[in-house]
């Protein structure tokens, strides 16, 4: 890991080749996809509800991070509360029916209210509330509580589950073999190290006081970019001072104002959940589709096990990329906090309001500002976090980074 600077201050003072059918198809999911990549800052999964600010040892930065990437802990249960402020356009419930038709795919499949994939987007607007429950790499258990209903998705051994109590409908996959434990994130430490991978030379990382995080003694790091141009302002991730879990995620965006994303443990308990916890019957009456006849792979187990990729992808909305690409990914100009991946997704743009009419028109317009630049021109799709231009050929730059460095982008392309 690259260089962290020194930290001086603990003081408590101081807290806190596609066909035309799908290249259409591109045209209109695209801009979705943007919301989705932001909405994916969401898998780090640890914290919120901070309260004092205790004195504790003073301790290093890089200290911390260890203790972090040492830390055993396997066994957790708690609620968390996640609330999310990406600056989206109020969609009037426009935003569920657009990512429920995402999950189905381009096959046309029937898809499942009880499908990951679809339901796990609610995430990316809003407030939340979380149950979790962890106990090693066989067995997660996240609940998304609502009014007079419940959203669980359930890992036990080769078995995940999906359970909508509303439609009472359950989406069933199985794993070829029992997971690895490095290809499951079974606690809230494996999300914050996602971040971590973020600190090299282009990143500052300090120790900035303690804090109380649901009645739990906690060291604050502090995660802040050296470069210009980023949208990202800071990332606070407060630490359990005993166990070394990570119990709080805050990012604040560089333009200010509220947080960009607020996570956090309002209760969470380190003993060993009852093995009751991760049992799942399908109840009575229920509606089960099983992984495959919605027409896509199951979302929320990976092909070698478990919660994998689920959780992995989550990541990758804040880590830095570095700079060139390969066959298996998109190319990628710049580095750090600046990287921008370039996409061509052969198609042409991104229509207008006006073209595809409706709800789903307003959406687009609500959310793109047409540029101009040696490129041609295009549409940039912004939240406060993660922005992208679309051109009008097809191409996608997107990126932690500002409209300006996408145009930029874009044009030392042309």
Do not use: C
């Not at 303690?210 to 990202?232: H, M, N």
Request: aromatic content about 6%; charged content about 25%.
């Amino acid at each position: 890991m690259a260089p962290y600077e020194s930290d001086e201050t603990t003081a408590a003072s101081e807290a806190d080749g596609p066909s035309a059918g799908r290249r259409r198809a591109t045209r209109y999911i695209v801009p979705v996809a943007v919301t989705g990549v932001a909405a994916a800052t969401i898998g780090l999964v640890p914290a919120l509800a901070s309260s004092g600010s205790p004195d504790l040892p003073k301790i290093s930065a890089e200290q911390v991070v260890q203790n972090i990437a040492e830390s055993d802990t396997e066994q957790l249960s708690g609620t968390v509360r996640i609330n999310t402020d990406l600056g989206l356009p109020d969609l009037g419930g426009l935003e569920s029916g657009l990512f429920s038709g995402a999950a189905r795919g381009a096959d046309g499949g029937d898809g499942s209210a009880a499908d990951p994939s679809a339901r796990l987007t609610e995430l990316a607007t809003g407030t939340h509330t979380l149950r979790v429950a962890a106990d090693g790499p066989d067995r997660q258990k996240l609940s998304l509580l609502q009014d007079a209903a419940e959203y669980s998705v359930i890992h036990n051994g080769k078995d995940v589950w999906g359970y909508d109590s509303r439609s009472n409908e359950v989406y069933h996959s199985t794993t070829a073999e029992p997971a690895e434990p490095e290809d499951v994130p079974a606690t809230p430490k494996d999300f914050a190290e996602e971040a971590l991978k973020a600190a090299d030379d282009t990143t500052s990382v300090t120790v900035d006081g303690t804090a109380r995080v649901a009645g739990r003694d906690a060291y604050k790091l502090l995660i802040e970019p050296k470069q210009s141009g980023t949208t990202v302002g800071a990332i606070s991730i407060a630490v359990d001072a005993k166990t070394w879990t990570p119990l709080k995620f805050t990012l604040t965006p560089a333009s200010g104002g509220a947080a960009v994303l607020d996570v956090g443990f309002t209760q969470v308990s380190f003993a060993r959940p009852a093995a009751s916890t991760f049992d799942f019957t399908p109840p009575e009456g229920a509606k089960v589709t099983e992984e495959g006849e919605a027409g896509h792979d199951a979302p929320g187990a990976s092909r070698d096990g478990g919660f994998g990729d689920f959780g992995k992808g989550f990541g990758k909305g804040l880590e830095p990329g570095t700079e060139g690409g390969s066959a298996d990914g998109p190319q990628t100009i710049g580095e750090g906090w600046n990287a921008i991946a370039v996409l061509d997704t052969g198609g042409e743009g991104v229509p207008s309001g006006d073209e595809v009419g409706g709800q789903f028109g307003g959406f687009l317009d609500s959310l793109g500002d047409k540029v101009d630049g040696k490129f041609g021109s295009g549409t940039v799709f912004k939240t406060r976090l993660i922005n992208a231009l679309i051109t009008d050929d097809g191409k996608v730059y997107v990126g932690a980074v500002t409209e300006e460095a996408l145009v930029k982008a874009a044009d030392s392309q042309g």
